[in-house]
C-alpha cells in the first residue's frame, strides 16, 4: 500500500487539501499519522468514491412504474 501525503493526495486527485483535511477529520478517509504526519493511501479518494456512489439502476422505480 503505498501512503501519501495530504499535499500529494491533493495533487494527485484534484481535491483541495481543505476538503480532504475536513473529511478526514469527519473519518470518511482511511488514514493514520506517523510522528504526527498524516498518511492517506493513494486510493483513499477513489475508495471513497466507489463506497459512496449511487447506482441508478439500484433505485426504486419511479412511482406510477412497475404496478
Known sequence: MQLLTLPKLAAQSGWP??????????Q????????????LPQTAIEDYVAQNF???NAADPPQGEGK
Do not use: F
Open 17 to 26: 487539501e481543505s476538503r480532504i483535511r475536513r473529511m478526514v477529520a469527519r
Open 54 to 56: 449511487v447506482d441508478p
Open 28 to 39: 470518511q478517509l482511511a488514514h493514520i499519522r506517523v510522528n504526527g504526519r498524516l498518511l
